[in-house]
């Protein structure tokens, strides 16, 4: 069964930076569109970023201007560049599928967009 599997994270001073990644486990099309999520100590999971099958990002405001959401092909990862990273980033960060492409081929990864991979931790130090 294909899932996405997140990597890149670590420890790493303020200011620093990271780059995260999401891949499949296995070559496929049919994930257009995915998002990245965190959930920090004590808090909820939470929406971070997010790109879209033609490419158009969104960001919540807290990290605009300081990470970006990028791919390739759809059959690419989907990288989380973050720069000038803070203390209040620290997290757990997840990816997850926004959308499966509509074709009966994709129905076996349907199930990706109701479930999470084990994130990546981010730990930023002062």
């Known amino acids: 069964q294909v899932h996405l599997v997140e990597s890149g994270g670590g420890l790493v001073q303020a200011g620093g930076s990271l780059r995260l990644s999401c891949a499949a486990s296995e070559d496929t099309i049919c994930i257009p569109a995915v998002d990245w999520y965190r959930q920090a100590p004590g808090k909820e999971r939470a929406f971070v970023a997010g790109i879209s099958s033609d490419g158009t990002t969104r960001y919540i405001d807290s990290v605009k201007g300081r990470f970006t959401i990028s791919r390739g092909t759809v059959k690419d990862p989907v990288y989380l560049q973050m720069n000038s990273l803070k203390l209040e980033d620290t997290a757990v960060y997840y990816c997850?599928?926004?959308?499966?492409?509509?074709?009966?081929?994709?129905?076996?990864?349907?199930?990706?967009?109701?479930?999470w991979g084990q994130g990546t931790q981010v730990t930023v130090s002062s």
């Open positions: 997850k599928a926004a959308r499966i492409r509509e074709s009966f081929d994709c129905l076996r990864a349907a199930h990706l967009l109701k479930s």
